[in-house]
């Protein structure tokens, strides 16, 4: 890996943890810039890169720098939405996929909509583990998905498109082959 890969890893990495301070607490899901940043990062580095600086942001995270919304250290794990944070790996991968040479518009807002998909999935699933085995307080997957998704669903819709749109404006400004 060169070194400068390394530094947009980590450069995005640092990007992702300015969108989780950016935050707006609406329950025990805060609303962040954190998605958005992840999309941009895997959109930019594409899937690989992407997903390292959604790794290195985890990883730091973990290590105590309060990097997430809220917070930092090995605790995190047992907040209930840790897993959109482990979401945003596999996450990163798949919108990256999106912007390779010659892709259409079309598939890469399909790979970003994938993302936010997974991402979903992971904080869902993670959530109500946790609210039902750590925390004790029951909870049905109806009300976590209105609780964890429902919300932010059409806000991160658009921030995809955005998002995506963002990127093909850098990619046409040459800003992707400094990145690759």
Not at 13 to 36: D, E, K, W, Y
Not at 60 to 70: E, N, T, W
Request: charged share 5%.
């Amino acid at each position: 890996m060169k070194t400068k890969h390394l530094v947009f890893v980590a450069l995005f990495a640092a990007l992702i943890a300015v969108g989780a301070q950016i935050r707006v607490p609406i329950g025990p899901v805060p609303f962040t810039l954190q998605m958005p940043m992840v999309l941009l990062t895997a959109l930019i580095l594409g899937s690989k890169l992407g997903a390292l600086s959604t790794l290195v942001y985890m990883l730091v995270g973990l290590i105590g720098v309060p990097v997430f919304a809220g917070s930092g250290g090995i605790g995190a794990l047992l907040s209930p939405s840790f897993g959109f944070v482990l979401g945003f790996i596999p996450a990163a991968y798949i919108a990256g996929i999106g912007v390779r040479e010659g892709q259409p518009f079309h598939q890469s807002l399909i790979n970003t909509y994938l993302a936010l998909i997974v991402t979903f999935i992971f904080g869902i699933v993670y959530f109500t583990f946790i609210m039902n085995m750590v925390i004790g307080t029951p909870v049905g997957l109806i009300e976590a998905l209105m609780v964890t998704v429902v919300p932010f669903i059409i806000k991160d819709l658009i921030v995809g498109t955005l998002t995506v749109m963002f990127a093909r404006v850098l990619k046409a400004r040459g800003i992707l082959r400094i990145a690759h």
